[in-house]
T-cell receptor
């Protein structure tokens, strides 16, 4: 069964450094998302992306975050200057379309640790 | 913003027992999704519900989309050890169609005792 893949599985970085988290969504999906989950807490929406632009973003997704689809298969989340509180699991998801009959399919996540 | 509540927060059951958990909101939702998350992994979709009153099964799992569109339940029959994990409900609201901003509940942590 097709799946969303994310790399790396674990990233450790120092505060203030830039990180790029990578995702390969399911190939026929058109809508892409980033969610994050701070340890022990619920999954929180960050951003959705369609047709090479951001569709929606939450208040968590501030100016230090950006997303890009650099080619036909990858979808990336960049954090420009990481803070300690950015430590979390970051999940990429994709869906075939929006609306009914189009649930989100998640990758296994990247655990980001900011020291 | 919109919030989902899940109950119970955690539950300990004996292997073989049936489990019931639910998800409620003060707002109306168009879509309800149920996910299971194992430690260190991403949420895996279990059941998706799209119409009020819809009852859907997936093996030992059954979920229903409440008639009021403000709640959903998930039942697991004859639990087994691999059912252990955190179960999240997620919903999307009317008017939130382009971005499909799914809101997640806080989860129900299930432990199965042999």
């Amino acid at each position: 069964e097709p799946e969303v893949t994310q790399t790396p599985s674990h990233q450790v970085t120092q505060m203030g450094q830039e990180v790029i988290l990578r995702c390969v969504p399911i190939s026929n999906h058109l809508y892409f998302y980033w969610y994050r989950q701070i340890l022990g807490q619920k999954v929180e929406f960050l951003v959705s992306f369609y047709n090479n632009e951001i569709s929606e973003k939450s208040e968590i997704f501030d100016d230090q975050f950006s997303v890009e689809r650099p080619d036909g298969s990858n979808f990336t989340l960049k954090i420009r200057s990481t803070k300690l509180e950015d430590s979390a699991m970051y999940f990429c998801a994709s869906s075939e379309s929006v609306g009914d009959d189009s649930p989100l399919h998640f990758g296994n996540g990247t655990r980001l640790t900011v020291t | 913003g919109q919030q989902l509540n899940q109950s119970p927060q955690s539950m300990f059951i004996q292997e073989g027992e049936d489990v019931s958990m639910n998800c409620t909101s003060s707002s109306i939702f168009n879509t309800w999704l149920w996910y299971k998350q194992d430690p260190g992994e991403g949420p895996v979709l279990l059941i998706a519900l799209y119409k009020a009153g819809e009852l859907t099964s997936n093996g030992r799992l059954t979920a229903q989309f409440g008639i009021t569109r403000k709640d959903s339940f998930l039942n697991i029959s004859a639990s087994i050890p691999s059912d252990v994990g955190i179960y999240f409900c997620a919903g999307s609201q009317p008017g939130d169609n382009y971005g499909q901003n799914f809101v997640f509940g806080p989860g129900t942590r299930l432990s199965v005792l042999p």
